[in-house]
């Protein structure tokens, strides 16, 4: 009987083991690309979730400002001439005849012994400004003073204030149109920290704050007048002037 070695076929044995390498691979592949899978539903899953927030976080901000813009109206419709309006002086913040000839009415009462306008232009002259009001009362340079320099709200605060701080002045009632005090009284408590602020607002009569929801025209000046107000308190804070 012919016994013969039994001997494995070398090129075998490497096909062999090139399957189960090609097995091992492939199993690899399938896990990497199931976990590859998994990483990228998992950044949908972040993205969406970031893309939610961010929506929610517009929305709050435009529901706010929106809601803070109506408080604010309302607060300007809502406005009253004080029953009170009485001090040291008055200071009115140039930007239409009304505003002027109420505050001398104001002196002329006596409901302050000075007076300030502010933001005249420079070719105005005391004549000029004395025949728009309805005062028989010549604006003397003794009991009225003519502010030239401010151009803007916040320049009126300023010269305000050197006018304020000259003089010695505790008290000020601020004559300006309505829709413009909050914003006077946010650059001249700035300026004048220490000072009585008292708020006189001035109604145009073609202007309607009552049912300014009504109005597109009010609608949008009240709407400029806010981001001023809003920039205005920003600016303001980022000063360190609370």
Known sequence: MIHADTAIDPALDDG???????RASASKGVASDGKAEMQLAGRRKRRFGLRVLAVALVTALLTGTVVHFALFANRIAGAQVPHTANADAIVVLTGGHAR?????????????????ISGVHPGTTREQLAAVTSS????????????RVA???????????SWVRKNGFSSLLVVTS?????????????????????????FSKDLKLEKWY???ATIRLLMREYVKYMVARLRLTLQGVS
């Not at 002027?100 to 300030?116: D, F, I, K, M, P």
């Not at 151009?151 to 605060?157: C, F, K, M, S």
């Not at 220490?194 to 001035?202: G, M």
């Open 100 to 116: 002027v000839n109420e505050a001398v009415r104001l002196l002329e009462e006596g409901r302050a012994s000075r007076l300030l």
């Open 178 to 202: 309505a829709y413009h005090l909050p914003r006077a009284k946010v650059e001249l408590s700035g300026a004048l920290p220490k000072v009585d602020l008292i708020a006189y607002p001035v």
């Open 136 to 147: 028989p009362m010549p604006l003397k340079k003794s009991t009225v003073e003519l502010d």
């Open 214 to 216: 009504r109005e597109p």
């Open 151 to 161: 151009l803007n709200t916040a320049g009126n605060a300023t010269e305000t204030a």
């Open 16 to 22: 062999v083991s090139i399957v189960a390498e090609r």
